[in-house]
């Protein structure tokens, strides 16, 4: 059975992760029931770590994969967005694929994927 950091039996002055890693030496003060729930805690940390990592890699590999990005002009943007050629105008700096070219302003295909799924999962 695996046992957990109980508050109520470990010290007060628990380094938290950062600290340790600044200072190596505090984890010798420690008791053996905490050190074994920290690793163990880092252990779990490291895993959906490790996954996300793997899952997003993995993502962005088959986006690039499945077709080129494409720089789109003004109208198609908007039309691929729902919003008006004026709004993208007035809202170019802020967005993060905005692609400009001299004065011509252009809009990555991929980057509005990326942000029209950010946008779903936020809302």
């Not at 008791?31 to 729930?37: D, E, I, K, R, Y």
Request: hydrophobic content about 45%.
């Amino acid at each position: 059975m695996a046992r957990t950091l109980n508050p109520a039996t470990t010290t007060a002055a628990l380094p938290t992760l950062d600290e340790l890693a600044a200072d190596p030496t505090r984890a010798y003060a420690l008791p053996a029931t905490v050190l074994q729930g920290l690793l163990c805690h880092c252990a779990t940390v490291q895993s959906v770590l490790l996954g996300a990592l793997l899952t997003v890699s993995a993502r962005a590999s088959s986006e690039v994969a499945a077709e080129p990005d494409r720089l789109l002009d003004v109208g198609a943007a908007g039309e691929r967005l729902g919003v008006s050629k004026a709004w993208l105008y007035h809202h170019a700096r802020q967005l993060p694929f905005t692609v400009r070219q001299g004065r011509l302003l252009r809009f990555s295909s991929h980057g509005i994927d990326r942000y029209i799924r950010a946008r779903q999962r936020a809302g």
